[in-house]
């Protein structure tokens, strides 16, 4: 049995072995003139290609250099002007909060205790006022 197997895959090996030299003689082969024609297209070609990449790159480069990177500069500056103008702002209503708590302090203070936030005269008076008021 595996001797009849062993003949059978040599047939087959002979077989396609004679089919593909058939095969190879029925390919039509290109002349020598023909190769070199080609191949000189397919590098004028290629080196074409690689020209125009070329250029594309330099240009989006350029672009990017020139349009987009100045655009991004200009955002970023305004955004920084705008920064440092809130934080201004912000500083300067801080001040004015603190400004107007002292304010409303000294207010209090007043209304509370009127004889403190007078001079030592007005003091003396005021106090000589209430005595006489009281009596």
Partial sequence: MAKDAE???KKENKHFFKDFKAELKKVI?????QVANNTIAVITIVLITAVIVFALDLIFKA???YGI???RNLVKSENTIQDATVEEDNTENEAGVEGENAETE???QESA???ETVGEGEAQENIAEDNNIQE
Wanted: hydrophobic residues 15%.
């Fill in 106 to 108: 000294s207010k209090n």
């Fill in 63 to 65: 672009i990017n250099t």
């Fill in 69 to 71: 990177d100045n655009i």
């Fill in 113 to 115: 205790n009127p004889d």
């Fill in 29 to 33: 082969w290109p002349t020598t003139r």
């Fill in 7 to 9: 003949k059978k895959s």
